[in-house]
């Protein structure tokens, strides 16, 4: 059908385009509303080793932890950060 007012299909790179301006525009918004509510967020870095992830605590503690069948596992220290709430 020629001469159709669909709108074009967006590409995979305009999806991306749409989530990073939606982090950029958010900010760490879900990560505050998170940590209020008294629970801890779960992030990696570049350098985070394979396997684990960063477990940053509302009072500003973090620990390396490794997932597995059993559950969560601390398996180091990292230095605080400033609390977030």
């Known amino acids: 059908m020629t001469g159709s007012n669909n709108p074009p299909v967006p590409t995979c790179s305009d999806i991306w385009q749409l989530i990073s301006d939606g982090i ?45 069948a059993d559950g969560e596992h601390v398996v180091g220290r990292l230095p605080a950060v400033e609390p977030r709430i």
């Open 24 to 68: 950029e525009r958010d900010g760490d918004r879900a990560a505050r509303s998170h940590f209020a509510a008294g629970f801890p967020i779960y992030m990696s870095d570049d350098d985070t080793p394979p396997d684990t992830v960063i477990r940053e605590n509302p009072d500003g503690t973090r620990q390396l932890v490794h997932f597995d």
